[in-house]
């Protein structure tokens, strides 16, 4: 509760111009209603880190402010690209995995430790109470040693440290790195972790931050909302719909089906997170079924 009056004062301008009192308190106070674990799991991509790590920081500590706790999971994919070139490691993908050898893992668990500290300090700089995660969280197994080498998918989810988080109203900040029964790290996919996380908590609403801020069209503009029940087969055969892209829609179904109804998933910014969170317009790209 302590951001700066200026800081304070920007948030409300800038919440009044994107809808009315009305609207922005009916939110609040569903959230408000959600048991702790259920209002948000944020998944924060390595790029947003990279470039949008101010924006970020404050729409995270303004829900702080208001009273919320988002459950934060991140990525660190394009510093590990950096880091490891520059220890002079190849980098090789299968099926948008990175291949980790041992010499790899030591660098990918440096990379993530220095990540997760980074948002952490950054929002206690900002003077939010945030916790860093680093392991402890999602039990992993190999997921075929021989080609991905130490790439683990996630079996089972430990709850235990972010409740412990939550409870102190403190912003769990999660690295996703799992860890085997034998007490083997192993180096996940971020997207995937945020998965197997938010199939356990089943939050109210589960929001990508991405550099993009939104699934793009042939023209490169936000597409506004995906409708996967009438939607969904036509746009995955759109030519422009790539690779990556087709890959991301098809998570967010499989997703979307193991989660109530009232859940939605959308992809957004951080400079506009608060606008998805608190306005019936939203931003970014919202995927319902
Ligand atoms: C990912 C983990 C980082 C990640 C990797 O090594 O790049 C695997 O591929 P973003 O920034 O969210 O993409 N792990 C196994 O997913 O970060």
Redesign the pocket.
Known sequence: MAHDIQTRQTIVRLLSSMASAKEISQYLKRFSQLDAKRFAVV???????RDDLDALTSSLAFLQDVGLTPIVI????????QELTAAGIEKR?VN???V?SPEALAI?RRV?HAQNLKLVEALQAFDARATSIVSGVFEAEYIDRDT?GL??QVGRVELAPIEASLKAGSIPVIA?LGETAGGQIL???????ANELVQVLQPYKIVFLTGTGGLLDERGKVIDSINLTTEYEHLIQQPWVNGGMKVKIEQIKALLDTLPLTSSVSITKPSELAKELFTHKGSGTLVRR
Not at 43 to 48: E, I, L, P, R
Not at 74 to 81: K, Y
Request: charged share 10%.
């Open positions: 998944k924060v991509g390595g790029a947003v880190l991140h990525g660190a994919g394009p510093q590990l690209d993908t948008g995995l990175r980790t990918v993530f991905y790439v683990g996703s180096n996940v996919n971020a997207d995937f972790a």
